[in-house]
T-cell receptor, first 115, second 115 residues
Framework: AQSVAQPEDQVNVAEGNPLTVKCTYSVSGNPYLFWYVQYPNRGLQFLLKYITGDNLVKGSYGFEAEFNKSQTSFHLKKPSALVSDSALYFCAVRDSPYNTDKLIFGTGTRLQVFP | AAGVIQSPRHLIKEKRETATLKCYPIPRHDTVYWYQQGPGQDPQFLISFYEKMQSDKGSIPDRFSAQQFSDYHSELNMSSLELGDSALYFC??????????????FGPGTRLTVL
């Protein structure tokens, strides 16, 4: 069965410092990986995805993620954090190429950026 | 750009009542998904539709049913509501299946409170 794990419930970082939010996955086939962000009382906003190709994926708001097949990881990164990046971040996986298939979400990591 | 529309945004019901949640996907998106997010939890997949047919089913209670209409909007019908049904219900949509590995676009959610 496919799954994702986000080992950190919360990540704290000072504004201007680099940030990393960790995600590892488990799938039987090829992984299709996604990052979403959720602000309070808001829906999930798509940040970026890895389907195939370059292991470094660039997304919205300056975020990027690195796909590492040997470590089955897809960590979210940003070179310089902003206070406005504070939110709940979800990693998600789908193990099939079919768009009708569901996403499996991790438990989420709350990012807190301090001024 | 048009986004996924969900109505109502907030809903308060008594136990054993029924509720209907509506979702209007982004234009030209023919796949709709429903997710349930309990307090402090990750979104859990309930059900999805492609071209008005059910395409996948997750942990959706038998008390719940859903359908997708000819204009691609979808409704989630919930009967015999229980306290544990209190959650944020998200609808998501994606473009035509088979056109690529497309992300899902989420609506703002309907917050259901069962008293």
């Amino acid at each position: 069965a496919q799954s994702v794990a986000q080992p950190e419930d919360q990540v704290n970082v000072a504004e201007g410092n680099p940030l990393t939010v960790k995600c590892t996955y488990s799938v039987s086939g090829n992984p299709y990986l996604f990052w979403y962000v959720q602000y309070p009382n808001r829906g999930l906003q798509f940040l970026l995805k890895y389907i195939t190709g370059d292991n470094l994926v660039k997304g919205s708001y300056g975020f990027e993620a690195e796909f590492n097949k040997s470590q089955t990881s897809f960590h979210l990164k940003k070179p310089s954090a902003l206070v406005s990046d504070s939110a709940l971040y979800f990693c998600a996986v789908r193990d099939s190429p079919y768009n009708t298939d569901k996403l499996i979400f991790g438990t989420g990591t709350r990012l807190q950026v301090f001024p | 750009a048009a986004g996924v529309i969900q109505s109502p945004r907030h809903l308060i019901k008594e136990k054993r009542e029924t509720a209907t949640l509506k979702c209007y996907p982004i234009p030209r998106h023919d796949t709709v998904y429903w997710y349930q997010q309990g307090p402090g939890q990750d979104p859990q997949f309930l059900i999805s539709f492609y071209e008005k047919m059910q395409s996948d089913k997750g942990s959706i209670p038998d008390r719940f049913s859903a359908q997708q209409f000819s204009d691609y909007h979808s409704e989630l019908n919930m009967s015999s509501l229980e306290l544990g049904d209190s959650a944020l219900y998200f609808c998501a949509s994606s473009p035509q299946a088979g056109e690529g590995y497309n992300e899902q676009f989420f609506g703002p959610g309907t917050r259901l409170t069962v008293l």
